[in-house]
């Protein structure tokens, strides 16, 4: 497997501190050889990138984007639980877009998260996933992803 901390760095990209849970949850658990990170927003610096929805307030583009953070900051979640290099594989993940009335393109978006894990893990990057479009997201973000990882020992 692809070593993912230096496709990180060849990335441009440093891992962000894990943001602190707005509810009573934790950001990943750990069950058996399984992470299960938590829906992440595409947060930086304590705070939402964005709010809105993808179709009227937000484009397609910036939402890709924005999806993209939050597969940012589930791998920070998964280093802070366990390190990344005790990923196997990416298992699944689960994309939901704000979407406007008559906005069809979540697969697209969610595909900024889906293009980073495969960038940062390789072969074991590629994943199961459902990109689910909703009518509103917590804090009003246009995005939120969550994930399922495998990991060794």
């Given at each position: 497997?692809?070593?993912?901390?230096?496709?990180?760095?060849?990335?441009?990209?440093?891992?962000?501190?894990?943001?602190?849970?707005?509810?009573?949850?934790?950001?990943?658990?750990?069950?058996?050889?399984?992470?299960?990170?938590?829906?992440?927003?595409?947060?930086?610096?304590?705070?939402?990138?964005?709010?809105?929805k993808v179709g009227a307030d937000v484009?397609?583009?910036?939402?890709?984007?924005?999806?993209?953070?939050?597969?940012?900051?589930?791998?920070?979640?998964?280093?802070?639980?366990?390190?990344?290099?005790?990923?196997?594989?990416?298992?699944?993940?689960?994309?939901?877009?704000?979407?406007?009335?008559?906005?069809?393109?979540?697969?697209?978006?969610?595909?900024?998260?889906?293009?980073?894990?495969?960038?940062?893990?390789?072969?074991?990057?590629?994943?199961?996933?459902?990109?689910?479009?909703?009518?509103?997201?917590?804090?009003?973000?246009?995005?939120?992803?969550?994930?399922?990882?495998?990991?060794?020992?």
């Open positions: 497997m692809t070593d993912p901390h230096a496709r990180l760095a060849e990335l441009g990209l440093e891992l962000p501190a894990v943001t602190p849970p707005a509810a009573a949850y934790i950001p990943a658990v750990r069950s058996g050889n399984h992470v299960y990170v938590s829906g992440q927003l595409p947060m930086a610096d304590g705070k939402l990138l964005a709010t809105g484009s397609p583009e910036q939402a890709k984007e924005l999806a993209a953070r939050c597969a940012l900051n589930a791998i920070a979640a998964i280093e802070a639980l366990v390190g990344l290099d005790r990923v196997v594989r990416v298992v699944k993940v689960v994309g939901f877009v704000a979407s406007a009335e008559g906005f069809t393109g979540q697969p697209g978006v969610i595909n900024g998260a889906s293009e980073l894990f495969g960038a940062v893990f390789g072969e074991a990057g590629r994943h199961a996933r459902s990109a689910v479009g909703v009518f509103e997201l917590p804090l009003g973000t246009p995005v939120e992803v969550e994930a399922i990882v495998e990991v060794s020992g």
